[in-house]
Structures are given as C-alpha cells and as structure tokens.
C-alpha cells in the first residue's frame, strides 16, 4: 500500500499541526500537492503564519480522512521533518493540480508561493470500514519509528469478545483455538488489566459515586470492566455490566449463568508470572457442574 499516494490522490486535503513561539499547537487545512517516496509536498505563501512555524520548528504533522461516517472511514496521519524546496516545483505541482490556477490567477499572484516538503518522519494507516480494523505504521525515508504499546498476535483479538447481555465474559469462547504461545501471551495480558488497577488506587472515583447515591434507588449500567465498581461495595444485584466484567468469570459455552469471583486464581497468575507465562505448576481450576472452560484460564 502506497499511503502517501493515498493521502495525495484520495484524500488531498489535510489538516496540519505546527507549534508557535509558545510550544502550543496551531492547525490549518492544507492540500497535499504532490508525493514520491521522498515524501509529501505542499503550498504555502511567505509572510503567513504557517510558513514563518515551518521554518522556525521545521516540524510538522497532519491527519486526513476519508469516509462519509465514523464506520466507513479511512484515517492517515504523518508527522515528520519539513523542509523548503522553493518555488521550482511550482509549474509542475499546477500541472498536476489545475484547480489552483483557479485560486492564483497570475504569475504574479504566484511569485509568494513556496513548496515545502515533509520527509524523514513517521505514519499510520487505520481502516474502520474493515473487520477487524485494519491498521498499519510506515516511515517516510531513513526514520525509524519504535514499536510502541502492546502487539497482539493474529487471532488472540478474537478472544476479547464479551457478552453484550447479561454482563457476560466469553474469552474463552475462542480461547481453545489459539497456539500454545498465544494462550500464554494472552493470560499474561488478561493479569495486566488487572494488576494496574489496584497499583493506582483507581477505586477511588467510584467510593465518591457510592457515597451519593447511598440510600437511593440506584442501579448502575456500566461498559467499565475493571470490576471497580464491585471493589469500591456496590450491591452486584444493581450492577449490568455491558460489556462484561474482567472480575468475573464465566463458561466459555455460556451453558449457565453463574458467575465466578477470580481473584484467588489471578493473584496466583500474578504471583507465578515470568517471561509472560504463567508457572507450569500453577494449580488448574477443577471442573465445576457444567462448566467447561473458563475465560482466561489455561484448562479447566
């Protein structure tokens, strides 16, 4: 995929952020003029604002999208170095761009003009409009972008389905499908989601929420899945939790309703973790009535 092409052909006009004399962030709309794999090019006049930031900070990066509403949209952000090219380029990117002959009329109107170019930087692709979403980085010449966040192996995405009835957890609904690598990648970041949590006191918020509604007719509809709320002593009888409850556990078959507390098993997963696997001699959870296999667990 050839995203600067994109940005150029597909989408054009762009928003652009600089920084001014006090570090603050100023946008403006701009029309991506040209691309090769040198990088992106664009217009701007002398004496403008935007060209005296790009000269000053010689950084710049910008975001375009395409797309009629949030789901079918297309999203490209660039940010790099900037560099004046001058006003050679100028008869070719009118060539290109026709249009422009529109908005300066004359050679004289024209005679301000300045290209610049955005090079050695870094982007990303997302793709709302496919399921899953697709998203990808790329770099502009020699930059080197570091991996940042979580990678997520192909397929274990699959495991953070949730239930959207009944405040249900069914990971585990795909879980068996995994590698064996996978599974402990998987299992190390399930603990991780947990473990922050109670690091950072984030029960907080929600024992000043219980304070006000305590003695009233509350019930709370949450898409929060940290289990705070639990933690924090509200009555789990007034909790729906939309989109499941990382406390809890569950059949991965949904064969029954029950749901199952699971912070002995995790504090264990915690306390036998290295190397993002969890101890070979951790305890396995024994079979209980109809349950099968329980999300985030290794077997049942």
């Not at 935007?50 to 297309?74: E, N, Q």
């Not at 590698?179 to 998987?186: A, Q, S, Y």
């Not at 029960?203 to 000043?208: I, L, T």
């Not at 973790?273 to 396995?284: A, F």
Request: aromatic share 10%.
């Amino acid at each position: 995929m050839n995203y600067l092409h994109y940005l150029e052909k597909e989408i054009h006009s762009v928003i652009m952020a600089t920084v001014d004399d006090s570090g603050l962030p100023v946008t403006c709309a701009i029309d991506i003029m040209d691309s090769d794999e040198n990088g992106l090019y664009f217009l701007t006049a002398k004496g403008k604002g935007f060209y005296d930031r790009l000269k000053k900070s010689g950084y710049a990066a910008l975001t375009g999208m395409k797309g009629s509403d949030t789901l079918s949209c297309v999203t490209v952000s660039v940010r790099g170095k900037v560099q004046k090219i001058g006003n050679t380029p100028l008869k070719r990117l009118f060539e290109k761009n026709p249009y422009m002959n529109e908005i300066y009329l004359t050679e004289q109107s024209r005679q301000a003009l300045t290209v610049f170019r955005l090079y050695e930087g870094s982007g990303e692709w997302f793709d709302l409009s496919k399921k899953p979403i697709e998203r990808a980085a790329f770099t502009i010449g020699d930059k080197q972008e570091k991996t940042r966040g979580y990678e997520i192996p192909s397929g274990l995405c699959k495991t953070y389905k949730t239930a959207r009835s009944r405040g249900r957890n069914r990971q585990g609904e795909n879980y068996a499908c995994l590698t064996k690598k996978d599974k402990e990648l998987f299992t190390s970041c399930y603990r991780s989601c947990l473990e922050p949590a109670e690091q950072n006191g984030l029960e907080k918020p929600y024992a000043h929420l219980l304070n006000i509604v305590k003695g009233k007719g509350y019930f709370v509809l949450t898409t929060n899945v940290g289990h705070q709320f639990q933690l924090a002593g509200f009555d789990k009888k007034r909790l729906f939790y939309a989109q499941g409850d990382y406390g809890l556990w569950q059949c991965s078959k949904a064969c029954h309703d029950k749901t199952y507390d699971n912070e002995e098993i995790v504090r264990r997963m915690v306390a036998t973790q290295k190397n993002l696997k969890i101890h070979p001699q951790m305890p396995r959870m024994r079979r209980q009535t109809a349950m099968r296999t329980l999300s985030g667990s290794i077997k049942i």
